[in-house]
T-cell receptor, first 117, second 116 residues
Framework: AQTVTQSQPEMSVQEAETVTLSCTYD???????LFWYKQPPSRQMILVIR??????QNATENRFSVNFQKAAKSFSLKISDSQLGDTAMYFCAFMTDYGGSQGNLIFGKGTKLSVKP | DGGITQSPKYLFRKEGQNVTLSCEQNLNHDAMYWYRQDPGQGLRLIYYSQIVNDFQKGDIAEGYSVSREKKESFPLTVTSAQKNPTAFYLC???????????????FGSGTRLTVV
């Protein structure tokens, strides 16, 4: 079974600085998808960024970028120029491309990020 | 605007009662999901449905039931058999399998269930 591990329960960063959130996963599959979701205090889940495993190029969305290391099964999220509005829980998630669980998202336990003024 | 609507936002249940959480979407998504969120536990899959009139158990289905009679609706019933139902419940949907389903989910705003 696939698992997703986020080893940092809480992190903090000063406004305008850069922070990296870690995520590792375990799978025997070759093709899959990885996601980072943000959950602010409103508790609305928001998709931040996605990565397809067959693409070597790291995904980027404005201030958010990932470092995808397929061999190491690592998928970290880098937030540049941190803003107060980035304060949220961040969840890493894995989606398989095969079998009966195709399309199901498996989540890590989350990292609570606080951006300090 | 298209989206997913969960209701109610807050729900209180007495011991021994069944309660039903509503989830409606107008995105024309085939697949719908229910997750439970507890502090420090992330999101855990309760049930999912990839097509009308069919649904599958997730990782923590015991004490819950669902139905999928319409494409737009996927209600979750928390039964009295669920011993620790106090949690935040999230409903989600995704594009049809085989198309752009791997672009992630659209989530509702959640229901906070508390046992009193």
């Amino acid at each position: 079974a696939q698992t997703v591990t986020q080893s940092q329960p809480e992190m903090s960063v000063q406004e305008a600085e850069t922070v990296t959130l870690s995520c590792t996963y375990d799978t025997s599959e070759n093709n899959y998808y990885l996601f980072w979701y943000k959950q602010p205090p409103s508790r609305q889940m928001i998709l931040v960024i996605r990565q397809e495993a067959y693409k070597q190029q790291n995904a980027t969305e404005n201030r958010f970028s990932v470092n995808f290391q397929k061999a190491a099964k690592s998928f970290s999220l880098k937030i540049s120029d941190s803003q107060l509005g980035d304060t949220a829980m961040y969840f890493c998630a894995f989606m398989t491309d095969y079998g009966g669980s195709q399309g199901n998202l498996i989540f890590g336990k989350g990292t609570k990020l606080s951006v300090k003024p | 605007d298209g989206g997913i609507t969960q209701s109610p936002k807050y729900l209180f249940r007495k011991e021994g009662q069944n309660v039903t959480l509503s989830c409606e979407q107008n995105l024309n998504h085939d697949a719908m999901y229910w997750y439970r969120q507890d502090p420090g536990q992330g999101l855990r899959l309760i049930y999912y449905s990839q097509i009308v009139n069919d649904f599958q158990k997730g990782d923590i289905a015991e004490g819950y039931s669902v139905s999928r009679e319409k494409k737009e609706s996927f209600p979750l019933t928390v039964t009295s058999a669920q011993k620790n139902p106090t949690a935040f419940y999230l409903c989600a949907s995704s594009l049809p399998t085989g198309q752009d389903w791997n672009y992630g989910y659209t989530f509702g705003s959640g229901t906070r269930l508390t046992v009193v």
